[in-house]
Every structure is written in structure tokens, then in C-alpha cells.
């Protein structure tokens, strides 16, 4: 039962992650602003805004993919799967980046494959950490 609840949070967080990831160029200006005026405080000016949806869009890439090798990582440690999927999260860190082009108004990054590769350690990571082990 924990297995299939693990599969199913980490199928259904890799779903959200690709869909917020591949919007059109226009959409996901519009949701990382959306964020950026949630955690602004009231009256901010428009440069401290346009900042910190900077920074909210930089941080959506680990902060995304560290999640989502934590729950690969439980379930695979739960599953008794194979520790070849582990490396699941770190080949979609470039498989994201690279079927961006397929989306308009989206571009390949090296920088947020390194992103996404640096979310997917730190999420291994804490999840070793966390459990003692990572299998």
C-alpha cells in the first residue's frame, strides 16, 4: 500500500513539474508572477517584484526536482526497486530542458539543467541523510 502511495505521489508530482515546466513562454511568465505577488509584501515596488520572480524562477528548478528524487527515492527504496531508477530524475534534469524548444516561447538552458541536476542531489541527498541510507 505504501508503495503504490509513494508511486503515485512522485507519478503525480513528475506530472505537475512537467506541466508547469513546459508551458508557453506567456503562461509561465504569468504563474511565476502570480507566485512572485503571493510572497511580496503589499505596496513592493516593481523592481523588488520583477527580483524576486527572478529568483522564484530559478529556485522552481531545484526545488521541483529535489522533490520529486526524494519520492523516487522512497519508492524505490520501499519498492525493493532496482537502484538503476534512481537515476530517473537526474536524466529527466535534461530531458526537461531539452523538449523545452518543442514549446512556444521555450528555449534549451544548460543553466537550469544544472539546476535541475543540483535539485535531484540535494534531494538524494537529503533523502540519505534522512533515512540512514538511500537504499
Not at 506567456?26 to 503589499?42: E, L, V, Y
Request: aromatic share 12%; net charge positive; with cysteine.
Amino acid at each position: 500500500m505504501l508503495f503504490c502511495l509513494l508511486l503515485a505521489a512522485a507519478l503525480a508530482w513528475f506530472i505537475l513539474m512537467t506541466w508547469l515546466s513546459h508551458q508557453d513562454g506567456d503562461h509561465t511568465r504569468r504563474t511565476s508572477m502570480f507566485w512572485a505577488q503571493i510572497f511580496s509584501a503589499k505596496g513592493e515596488d516593481e523592481q523588488t517584484l520583477q527580483r524576486r520572480n527572478a529568483a522564484l524562477r530559478r529556485l522552481a528548478h531545484p526545488g521541483l526536482f529535489a522533490v520529486w528524487a526524494v519520492l523516487v527515492a522512497a519508492t524505490c527504496r520501499v519498492g525493493g526497486l532496482a537502484p538503476v531508477w534512481l537515476a530517473l530524475p537526474l536524466v529527466w534534469a535534461w530531458g526537461d530542458e531539452a523538449t523545452k524548444p518543442l514549446v512556444p516561447g521555450r528555449h534549451f538552458a544548460w543553466p537550469d539543467v544544472g539546476l535541475n541536476l543540483a535539485g535531484c542531489l540535494l534531494g538524494l541527498a537529503a533523502y540519505a541523510v534522512v533515512a540512514g541510507h538511500l537504499l
